[in-house]
C-alpha cells in the first residue's frame, strides 16, 4: 500500500484506487532537513484537556496536538531555498530587490501589469472589494470563501453562489465539480442588469465546495460571458497550482502541457487575480493582488498605501517575499503537485474503502466526511460533526473542523436550530507538513472510530458567543 504512483508519472483522468502490482509507493519527494518534534500523549489526558476546552479543539493548545489538519492555510513547510531566500530579503523601504524579484515572478504568472503585496488574502480582498463593492452591488460566484462573503457584504454589496444542480450531490463523480453554473449566471447578469454587477468572482479550486477544481472550459465561458455583458472578472486562485494539476489530468487538450502554462492560460482570463500566498505559495504569511487595469490599479495602491504599506512592500518584509516568490515556482514542480493531489486522494480514497462517507471526487487540499451519514443515530441539533471532530482529538490526538451546524447554523423566533444544508467535517492536509506514516495513523484511528459509531452520542452547546460560534462555543456530551 502507499500512495499509489501511476505508470509514467501519469495518474488516470479518475481517483479510483489503483491494485495493480506494478504501482509504487510514491514515496514523498522531499527528504527532513529540521524536525519539529511532537508530543505524544494518552487517551485519558486529550479527554481531559479537550473537556478544558470545552470540547472545541479551536481552543486547545497545538502542543496537545499530534496531527494537525485544522487548515491548509499559512500551515506549510518551506524549503531549504525558500529559507535560503529569506537571508538575502532586501529590506530596504523601497525599490527592494525582494520586491523586484516577487513582482517579476508574478507579472510573469499572471500576464497583469500590476501587481500590489499584501499582509494576507483578505487584505487584498479589502482593497479591491472596498471599491467594487457598495449598497446595492451583487457579486456572484462558484461559491465565495468566507473571507470574500465578508468583505463583499461589509461594503453592503450581495455574494451570491451558483454551483449547477448536478454537482450538488455529494456522491456524483464529476471531473470538475468547482465550475459555476453558467446559464444561471446569464440569467443573473440579465436579472440584476450589468451596471449592478459588482464582479464575477471564481474561486480556484473551489475552497467552500471541497477543494473541487474549476476546467478551463468554465473560465474561458465565464470570460465570454462578463465580455458580452462587461462585467469585470476576479479569479479567487490561491489554490491555482492545485487547480493546473486536475486540469492537465482530467481535461481534454491539456495533457502536454506544463501546470505553469495551463495556470498562465487560465490566469490571462481574469481582470483581476486575488491570493492568498498562504496556500499555493507555500509561505506562511502572505498576499497579492494583481489588476489589468491602470486606473483601477492607481484606486488600489491608493487604499494600499493607506492600510497595508508602500507599494513595493504591501504588508510584508523583504525577506517574505524572496520566500513568496521562491515558492510560487516550487509549486508548479510536477513532482510536488503529483505528490500532493495524490497523498491528499490517498487519505480520501482509503477512508471510502474503509466505508467512512466522504464527499467525492476528493478535492486538492482537504478531506470532508459526511458526519451525518456516518451518525445516523445523531440528530443534527445534536452537532455530529463537532462530535467527530472531539472523537478524532479523544481516539488520536488529531485536529480538524466541523463545516455543519456549529459553523453555519442559526435558529428560528423560538430558538430551534435551522441546520446547515450538511453535517460535514475537514481534514485539510498541510503542505510537506505530515508523511505517508502520518497519514497511515490517520487512517488507523478511524478504525476506532468506526467501531463505537454505533454507540456514540451527540452533544449539546453550552456557550455560543452572537457571531462565528465555530471559533469559541463550548460544548457538553449528551
Ligand atoms: C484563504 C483564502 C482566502 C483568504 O486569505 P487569507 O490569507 O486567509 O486572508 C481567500 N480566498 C480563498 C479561496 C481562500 O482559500
Known amino acids: 500500500m502507499g500512495y499509489f504512483c501511476y505508470p509514467a508519472h501519469c495518474p488516470g483522468p479518475d481517483l479510483k484506487i489503483m491494485t495493480e502490482k506494478k504501482l509504487r509507493t510514491l514515496a514523498e519527494p522531499f527528504r527532513i532537513k529540521m524536525v519539529e518534534p511532537l508530543k505524544i ?70 500576464g497583469m501589469a500590476h501587481v500590489l503585496p499584501t499582509h494576507q488574502g483578505r487584505a487584498a480582498e479589502r482593497i479591491l472589494y472596498g471599491i467594487l463593492g457598495g449598497k446595492d452591488k451583487v457579486f456572484i460566484s462558484n461559491t465565495h470563501f468566507d473571507t470574500t462573503r465578508a468583505n463583499i457584504e461589509f461594503t453592503g454589496a450581495n455574494a451570491l453562489d451558483i454551483i449547477p444542480p448536478t454537482s450538488r450531490d455529494p456522491e456524483v463523480d464529476l471531473p470538475f465539480k ?13 436579472k440584476h442588469g450589468s451596471s449592478q454587477i459588482g ?108 492600510s497595508e504599506g508602500f507599494t513595493t512592500y504591501g504588508g510584508l518584509s523583504g525577506r517574505d517575499m524572496e520566500a513568496i516568490a521562491i515558492g510560487l515556482k516550487e509549486v508548479f514542480d510536477p513532482d510536488y503537485l503529483h505528490y500532493r493531489i495524490r497523498s491528499t486522494a490517498y487519505l480520501g480514497e482509503h477512508l471510502r474503502a474503509k466505508g467512512v462517507p466522504v464527499l467525492w471526487p476528493i478535492g486538492g487540499h ?78 488507523d484511528v478511524f478504525d476506532d472510530i468506526l467501531e463505537l459509531r454505533k454507540q456514540t452520542r451527540g452533544c449539546r452547546i453550552t456557550y455560543e458567543p452572537p457571531f462565528l460560534r465555530h471559533f469559541t462555543s463550548q460544548f457538553e456530551r449528551l
Open 41 to 110: 500523549t494518552t487517551e485519558e489526558y486529550r479527554e481531559e484537556v479537550l473537556k478544558k476546552a470545552g470540547f472545541n479543539p479551536f481552543l486547545l493548545r497545538s502542543e496537545d496536538v499530534f496531527i494537525d489538519l485544522l487548515t491548509d492555510s499559512g500551515t506549510g513547510a518551506m524549503s531549504d531555498r525558500q529559507w535560503g531566500g529569506m537571508m538575502i530579503g532586501d529590506e530596504s523601504y523601497a525599490g527592494a530587490r525582494s520586491w523586484e524579484h516577487l513582482e517579476s515572478v508574478v507579472k510573469e504568472l499572471t
Open 178 to 190: 468547482g465550475n459555476i453554473d453558467t446559464e444561471e449566471l446569464e440569467r443573473l447578469i440579465v
Open 199 to 306: 464582479a464575477v468572482v471564481m474561486t480556484v479550486t473551489n475552497n467552500s465546495f471541497g477543494g473541487q477544481p474549476v476546467s478551463m472550459q468554465n473560465m474561458k465561458e465565464v470570460r465570454t460571458i462578463c465580455d458580452r455583458n462587461k462585467v469585470f472578472l476576479v479569479i479567487d486562485g490561491c489554490r491555482i497550482a492545485e487547480n493546473s494539476y486536475f486540469i492537465k489530468h482530467r481535461e481534454n487538450g491539456f495533457a502536454d502541457k506544463t501546470y505553469e502554462e495551463i495556470a498562465k492560460e487560465m490566469l490571462r482570463l481574469g481582470d483581476a487575480f486575488i491570493m492568498s500566498a498562504k496556500k499555493d505559495g507555500l509561505v506562511n504569511m502572505g498576499g497579492l493582488l494583481t489588476l489589468k487595469d491602470d486606473e483601477l490599479s492607481r484606486k488600489c495602491t491608493n487604499l494600499l498605501i493607506i
Open 366 to 443: 482537504a478531506v470532508y466526511i459526511d458526519a451525518k451519514r456516518l451518525y445516523p443515530n445523531i440528530p443534527v441539533n445534536e452537532y455530529p460533526g463537532q462530535v467527530l471532530v472531539c472523537d478524532l482529538y479523544v481516539k488520536g490526538g488529531i485536529r480538524c473542523v466541523e463545516v455543519g451546524s456549529v459553523m453555519f447554523g442559526k435558529y428560528d423566533e423560538r430558538h430551534q436550530l435551522i441546520p446547515a444544508q450538511n453535517e460535514l467535517v475537514r481534514l485539510a492536509i498541510p503542505r510537506r507538513v505530515y508523511t505517508q506514516s502520518h497519514i497511515d495513523y490517520v487512517l
